[in-house]
């Protein structure tokens, strides 16, 4: 904090109506249906800039395993297929390379929330030592790329390729692939990992379509308008710019120093405040890392952080030890104070919430700390419990809103008004601007054939989108009944660990890799779950009411479904006994050779 303040004794009634207020401004019927989709008008919004679209004759071969996506999860689902002696994988991308989420987020100041040394896969496989705690974009990239070529993934990959189908034929117990690029091979294995946050969205503001300035989406940042580079060059063609960025969540915390930093005028467009903690970024010591770097290192940092962000696990130390930990550790202290007999439910949620309230507390206290003018400051703080919204971190941009360049347009919970042909319209008030800048976010609630941009046709001529048509149903949020021989790789109705998605997207490969080669070994050509284990892993999936309750006293956001009540994709939804205990279960349900729930033919 730059001015000398703490925070001030918490009033635990006068909260809880404060975050009821809050909630209620924001709540709104259309849910997920405020938003439009990146198609038709805006489909220019999609376009690739960051690599040209090169011509190749269309596939039409047969391989081992294709991959949907070349993100984190394609990656080391590919690395691990490759070790277990697959000569073919094929991955799938739409983008122009690897990366998924980072080859498309490179805007300015663009990092991982999560500490790099957890975060980046594979670290101790490719001996790659992160250059920060939170690695930036352009060097999370490059692990990609270092990935791909050490486990050789780039030559046989697909880029500027979408998959629009996938279809089962049983005659050739394999998959046919189908793409906008007309290929059509066939795959005996095939694994999806669209990503949990892909598919960018726009607000659903009236006149968005009229707008006659330069116009752009933070996930196809363009750099040919504002000059500069993801690896940090200023941003100089916007010194005689006035630039509006509309959203406020964990994508524009992070780049709005820098715009702040280049533009001549910035207008921040406001409908929700974030959280925004201290994120005491620093670069990595090699010497510090050499003595960190013994074998097993990395999976026992990935234990270590996620039994640290658990309440109920009691880890002897935290290696990462940030602001991801800070709550639940605070959480685990009051639970651990003497009492004459062990908390029940009541006491433990009293536990919690006036945690939060003291988290939440400090990270408000830290806004008036260090922004100057007490309007905005008041503008800027964050009335909900942490873990309602992604909660963000950063050093900077606070006082970014001191510039007197800057410009805080807070619209009381309601979002813009209009966007006219010339700017941006609050309360009445047109603020004139040459380049609107969408930190709109993507699509989570949403159905999934919709994100993945294709349906699959399983066993029997059966849809994915009529199979999931109430809700998402499979078992360890990999294998879906009637679809065999095919794998998601994704976090929902699995270990489902938001603090570091990464962690379930490299189990979630071991998995794959492990039925696969135990196929191979065994001469069988087909893996289907049953219904019985899909249905009992299901069961047992039922949220927990305790977290069913806390969202939705939530403001809205992707977390809670934009306040409609669970929805039957949520990302929130995972094992009953948590993600420490789940990567337990799964390690055991793996080494015992089993596979129980699994049929194989
Ligand atoms: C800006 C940003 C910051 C983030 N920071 C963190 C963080 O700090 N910590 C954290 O845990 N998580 C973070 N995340 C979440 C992040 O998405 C995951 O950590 C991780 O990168 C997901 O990897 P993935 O491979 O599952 O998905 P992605 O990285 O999204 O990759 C999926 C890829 O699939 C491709 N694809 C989708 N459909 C098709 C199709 N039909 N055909 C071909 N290709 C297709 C997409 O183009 C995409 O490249 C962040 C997300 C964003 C957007």
């Not at 990239?141 to 791909?148: E, F, G």
């Not at 702040?260 to 620093?282: G, H, I, K, M």
């Not at 809700?471 to 109705?493: D, E, T, W």
């Not at 071991?510 to 892993?537: G, L, P, S, Y």
Request: glycine share 10%; hydrophobic share 40%; proline share 6%.
């Amino acid at each position: 904090m730059r001015k000398d303040e703490r925070p001030r004794e918490v009033d635990a009634d006068a909260l809880r109506r404060r975050y009821a207020l809050e909630r209620d401004k924001r709540l709104r019927s259309d849910g997920n249906d405020q938003y439009i989709q990146l198609k038709g008008r805006f489909a220019g919004f999609l376009r690739d800039p960051f690599a040209e679209r090169v011509d190749r004759a269309p596939r039409r071969d047969h391989v081992t395993a294709t991959f949907v996506g070349g993100g984190f999860a394609g990656l080391v689902t590919g690395a691990r297929l490759k070790e277990t002696g697959i000569p073919d994988v094929r991955i799938v991308e739409k983008a122009g390379g690897f990366g998924g989420t980072w080859y498309w987020n490179r805007y300015p100041g663009a990092m991982c929330d999560t500490a790099s040394m957890i975060y980046l896969p594979l670290l101790e496989e490719t001996g790659h030592i992160p250059s920060e705690r939170y690695a930036h974009a352009p060097e999370i990239v490059d692990h990609c790329n270092r990935i791909a070529s050490q486990y050789g993934l780039a030559d046989g990959a697909l880029f500027h390729t979408e998959v629009t189908d996938l279809e089962w034929d049983a005659r050739r117990c394999a998959w046919i692939v189908r793409t906008d690029r007309d290929d059509e091979f066939t795959s005996t294995f095939v694994a999806i990992g669209a990503g949990p946050l892909h598919v960018a969205k726009l607000p659903g503001i009236p006149g968005i379509e009229t707008f006659l300035g330069h116009e752009f989406h933070t996930s196809r940042w363009d750099y040919r308008y504002t000059g500069g580079t993801p690896e940090g060059a200023p941003m100089d063609r916007l010194a005689d710019k006035r630039v509006a960025i509309v959203g406020t969540g964990a994508t524009a915390v992070q780049c709005i120093p820098h715009l702040a930093a280049a533009a001549r005028q910035l207008f921040v467009f406001q409908r929700t405040p974030s959280s925004v903690d201290v994120r005491d970024n620093e670069p990595i010591d090699p010497g510090w890392f050499a003595n960190q770097a013994t074998p097993g290192w990395q999976e026992r940092w990935l234990d270590n952080f996620v039994a640290n962000m658990s309440v109920i696990e009691s880890p002897a130390e935290d290696l990462v030890c940030d602001g991801w930990t800070d709550l639940a550790k605070r959480i685990r202290g009051r639970l651990a104070a003497p009492r004459q007999r062990p908390a029940d439910l009541a006491e433990f949620l009293a536990d919690f919430e006036n945690a939060d309230f003291e988290k939440m507390s400090e990270i408000r206290a830290r806004v008036e700390a260090v922004v100057d003018d007490p309007v905005t400051a008041a503008n800027l703080k964050a009335w909900y419990r942490q873990l309602c919204k992604r909660p963000c971190f950063h050093d900077e941009y606070l006082s970014s809103f001191n510039l007197p360049s800057v410009h805080l347009v807070d619209t009381d919970g309601k979002g813009v008004e209009r966007i006219t042909p010339s700017g941006v319209v609050v309360a009445g008030i047109e603020y004139p601007v040459d380049c609107i800048i969408y930190a709109s976010g993507f699509e989570v609630g949403t159905e999934p054939t919709r994100r993945y941009g294709f349906d699959m046709t399983g066993r029997d001529g059966v849809k994915l989108s009529d199979y999931w048509s109430g809700g998402m149903r499979s078992m360890h949020g990999i294998h879906v009944h009637g679809f065999p021989n095919a794998f998601l790789v994704q976090l929902g109705q699995g270990g489902n660990f938001i603090a570091n998605v990464p962690h379930n997207l490299t189990d979630a490969a071991k998995t794959v890799a492990a039925v696969i080669c135990h196929m191979i070994r065994n001469n069988f050509d087909m893996v289907d779950v049953t219904r019985q284990a899909e249905e009992a892993w299901i069961a047992q999936l039922i949220p927990n009411p305790v977290m069913t309750s806390f969202l939705a006293d939530c403001t809205p956001g992707y977390y809670n479904n934009e306040g409609q009540g669970q929805s039957p994709w949520s990302l929130l939804v995972g094992y009953q006994h948590g993600a420490p205990e789940y990567f337990r279960y799964i390690d055991r349900w793996r080494a015992s050779g089993g596979f129980e729930g699994l049929e194989f033919s």
